[in-house]
């Protein structure tokens, strides 16, 4: 399985933004499509953004459209979620997992492989 590990949360005003990483190692990170989910307290978690093995697909939650970019980059084993234009209602933990494929991680399937979480916070 791969490891993943979570970086880059924070406490930002509404309208800001944040870039969230999640660094890859142990098995070969192109293999896998990766996604973002996050989960705000007394919620469940939810899908926020999946990218394909390539980088050449990607989806998102109707609540991520036209603010966030998930992105990677399989030569640093990183994947990134851009997030801007952030609302009170963003406030989560953000964690990114791994999956057999973009289409699995937009129904919320993922393999056994999630990064820590890191807190994101946005002020009114």
């Known amino acids: 399985q791969v490891q993943l590990v979570n970086s880059g949360g924070g406490l930002v005003q509404a309208g800001g933004s944040l870039r969230l990483s999640c660094a890859a190692s142990?098995?070969?990170?192109?293999?896998?499509?990766m996604g973002w989910f996050r989960q705000a307290p007394g919620k469940e978690r939810d899908f926020v953004a999946a990218?394909?093995?390539?980088?050449?697909?990607?989806y998102y939650a109707d609540s991520a459209k036209g603010r966030f970019t998930i992105s990677r980059d399989n030569a640093k084993n990183t994947v990134y979620l851009q997030m801007n234009s952030l609302k009170p209602e963003d406030t989560a933990v953000y964690y990114c997992?791994?999956?057999?494929?973009?289409?699995?991680?937009?129904?919320?399937?993922?393999?056994?492989?999630w990064g820590q979480g890191t807190q994101v916070t946005v002020s009114s």
């Open positions: 142990g098995r070969t990170f192109s293999v896998y499509a």
């Open positions: 997992a791994a999956g057999v494929s973009e289409v699995y991680l937009l129904q919320g399937i993922t393999l056994d492989s």
């Open positions: 990218i394909s093995q390539s980088g050449g697909t990607t």
